[in-house]
């Protein structure tokens, strides 16, 4: 049997990732480790699910208690999830966002160094450390210098450079993703395109005006569906070399009116949209595409799922989550 330690399994990747690995990993002894308990509503036949883990509520800026955790389980895996996660909730709260996020890691990997334990990590970074790229830069690969310019991508790359010199320095296993914007059912309505799906739920719900209320609606992103990300995840942990970087992305890129065009023509509700200027960030990358090829190279991945039908499943969880 093999062991995994999956922290902040309470959120949204937690929740997809649990479901699989109990679903295809009977080898597999689940341990999670959250703030919070699990409460996903997007997990059909949850019980067995939640009974598969051996839960743990901490706080992982608790070094002892996160240090006692680790000690106790001796994972093969750590899937570090738990993260300050919003780009526009970090710059309201950057020192929250940095501290959060690079102190939670190094407690992780410290407790691993010096417990000695042969733990495999795989820290979950973001697409947001690329910063602003030129369009000849497009699609991404690993290669691009990082040029982080919100501060939730200051602590992701902060956090990167620290798993390198564990790596390297201290000679742990880890690996890292910068993972571009993964969409799926169960997702928080701060992220765009849950936020468009629901309002569109709304519509057809309660018959509202059809108006549906964005930020920028000519960025364009790599949109990337949480199971073609989940599968990432495990195939970087089953299969990914020890320092590096690996991006988890569809290389397909959609803007954001494409979302609204697509999400019109599921529901067959002609709409409004209205740009609000509370959700323009500061700063922000009008283009950003991936490149998965060394992903591909390294473990097979490669993405299968079209965002039509990841827009059909976001819709159809918040309709069934409303009504």
């Not at 738990?82 to 959060?100: H, Q």
């Not at 990590?121 to 290669?143: A, C, Q, T």
């Amino acid at each position: 049997m093999k062991s995994i330690l999956i922290t902040g399994i309470s959120g949204f990747v937690g929740g997809h990732f649990t479901r699989f690995i109990v679903n295809k990993k009977s080898d597999y002894v689940i341990h999670g480790l959250s703030r919070s308990k699990p409460a996903w509503d997007f997990i059909h036949n949850l019980d067995p699910i939640l009974d598969a883990i051996t839960f743990y509520q901490c706080d992982l800026l608790d070094s002892k208690k996160t240090n006692e955790i680790i000690e106790r389980i001796q994972p093969d895996y750590i899937l570090h999830l738990a993260s300050f996660s919003s780009v526009s909730r970090s710059w309201g709260e950057p020192m929250t966002s940095f501290l959060n996020n690079t102190n939670a890691f190094l407690n992780i990997v410290e407790a691993v160094r010096t417990l000695d334990f042969n733990t495999k990590i795989l820290s979950i970074g973001s697409s947001e450390e690329y910063g602003i790229v030129k369009e000849s830069d497009l699609p991404i690969n690993e290669k691009k210098h990082v040029a982080p310019a919100n501060p939730y991508a200051v602590a992701r790359v902060s956090e990167e450079y620290l798993a390198q010199i564990y790596a390297n320095g201290y000679h742990l296993n880890i690996c890292c993703t910068r993972s571009f914007n993964h969409i799926g059912p169960g997702q928080s309505d701060q992220f765009v395109v849950s936020s468009i799906a629901k309002q569109f739920a709304e519509l057809a719900i309660y018959h509202k005006k059809p108006v549906i209320r964005i930020g920028s609606g000519s960025i364009i992103r790599d949109f990337i569906d949480i199971e073609d990300v989940i599968r990432a995840y495990d195939a970087i942990l089953e299969k990914g070399i020890s320092g590096e970087v690996y991006n988890v992305c569809s290389g397909r890129g959609n803007s954001i009116n494409d979302i609204v065009n697509s999400l019109s023509e599921l529901t067959h509700i002609p709409v409004v949209v209205e740009q609000n200027q509370n959700l323009f960030r500061p700063i922000d990358n009008p283009v950003l595409i991936g490149n998965y090829g060394k992903l591909q190279t390294t473990t097979g991945w490669k993405p299968e799922c079209p965002i039509e039908n990841s827009l059909e499943k976001i819709h159809s969880y918040w309709l069934n989550k409303l009504s």
